[in-house]
């Protein structure tokens, strides 16, 4: 089954460059967010941000490349030949214009717009101009919500394009009580299930992320999100939960869609591509394992290293991207003295006769990213010994 992965940083650092390079092998083709059309208030003025996108960089990747336009929540009116309609016409012909004048060939347009539901025949006033718009060779595709999925005029809009993405990923509403995964299993399946009846081509949008939401203590009312990037100044008192993608369900997913799939499921798409910098993303590993629909392997090692003087570490082994509570590494030796020992932030230590505990304190608890190491402390003896380190589930909660 195809997959691709979304770029969807608007500033392209080295960082994101490198990413592309590295990531464009790996997948099918890359969907870039090319810009971001808002709305200013007062009187809703149409205002475009666009993508720095490094050009020469895509030029150089075999792979196909998609770009992707994203508007702003509107709630009308929708009109065929008005000001904000010619607006978004011409920033999508804009697009694509720069990516030819750059080498490189664009053969879909995605238009990523969270439309509410009662909207959808306003939004294929926009849609109809697109496509008579847009040169014929061109694929408009959609990104579609699943609260779509039951509506009326959603047939009569997916007839207006050449695909869709199905997007099965989301922060959780205040009525969902408990759920911190993103992309919810038994949802999704559910989800798709209701696109195959449709008898429309589509793909299947899938986390990577993690985010931060939060919610005022006294109402319960959204306050924002944080990903990667300038994070929001929480006022005080705000009740932040971090929802996750949780990458053993997804990676069942991924194995059930590969070997049952409907033929109108035409691939998936990653949101979104893993980058060196970003602090709440998949790393290559963990993807490269969901992406096969295998489980990620979870393999933390503790390492000893000195003969006097030992320093203490945990080195992240595995594929996955593990949080640290509730782990306490022991370590222990033969009859030399221990004269000092020291743990480092984040971890708690206990020493023993012949024996030392460093336990993970789980409200610091950080998520070590595979591939990476963090320091836990260190033990000084009286003369060099051989330290047995190993590592255990511990009941600490703090």
């Known amino acids: 089954m195809p997959q691709r992965a979304y770029v969807w940083q608007r500033v392209w650092t080295s960082a994101v460059a490198d990413a592309v390079r590295e990531g464009l092998p790996r997948f099918d083709g890359l969907v870039l967010l090319g810009a971001e059309i808002v709305w200013v208030a007062p009187e809703n003025k149409a205002k475009v941000i666009r993508a720095n996108i490094a050009w020469p960089v895509i030029a150089q990747q075999p792979k196909p490349i998609s770009l992707a336009l994203r508007i702003a929540p509107f709630s009308g009116p929708f009109v065929a030949d008005d000001e904000r309609t010619r607006f978004i016409l011409a920033e999508a012909r804009a697009l694509l214009e720069t990516a030819t004048a750059h080498g490189v060939e664009c053969k879909e347009l995605q238009i990523d717009f969270d439309c509410a539901q009662r909207r959808l025949a306003g939004y294929s006033v926009w849609l109809r101009a697109l496509r008579a718009g847009l040169p014929t060779k061109t694929r408009l595709v959609i990104t579609s919500l699943p609260s779509w999925l039951g509506e009326a005029e959603l047939p009569k809009l997916l007839a207006l394009v050449d ?9 959780p509403t205040l009525a969902e009580t408990g759920r911190v995964a993103l992309c919810d299993a038994a949802q999704a399946r559910r989800w798709v299930a209701k696109a195959i009846a449709l008898g429309r081509p589509f793909e299947i949008a899938l986390p990577t992320y993690r985010c931060l ?6 109402e319960g009312s959204s306050l924002g999100l944080a990903l990667d990037g300038p994070q929001p100044d929480w006022p005080r008192g705000t009740r932040v939960v971090e929802y996750v993608s949780e990458a053993t369900q997804i990676a069942a997913l991924v194995h059930e ?7 109108l499921l035409r691939g998936l798409l990653w949101y979104r591509l893993p980058v060196s910098t970003d602090v709440r993303n998949w790393r290559w590993p963990t993807l490269s394992a969901v992406m096969a629909g295998r489980e990620p392997v979870a393999k933390l090692v503790p390492q000893a290293k000195g003969d006097a003087l030992v ?5 992240n082994e595995g594929e996955t991207d593990d949080r640290m509570a509730n782990i306490a590494l022991d370590v222990a030796w033969g009859d030399a003295a221990l004269l000092a020992a020291e743990a480092l932030p984040g971890w708690k230590l206990e020493a023993h006769e012949g024996r030392a505990t460093f336990t993970c304190i789980a409200a610091k608890a950080p ?6 190491s963090v320091a836990v402390g260190w033990l000084r003896f009286e003369k060099p010994t051989t330290l047995k380190p190993a590592l255990r ?4 909660a703090e």
């Open 367 to 372: 998520r070590l990213p595979p591939g990476s």
């Open 393 to 396: 589930e511990s009941a600490l």
């Open 213 to 218: 939401a939060g919610y005022d203590a006294q």
């Open 311 to 315: 320093d203490i570490t945990l080195l």
């Open 163 to 171: 695909g869709y993405v199905l997007q099965v990923h989301s922060v």
């Open 257 to 263: 869609w590969q070997s049952q799939a409907s033929p």
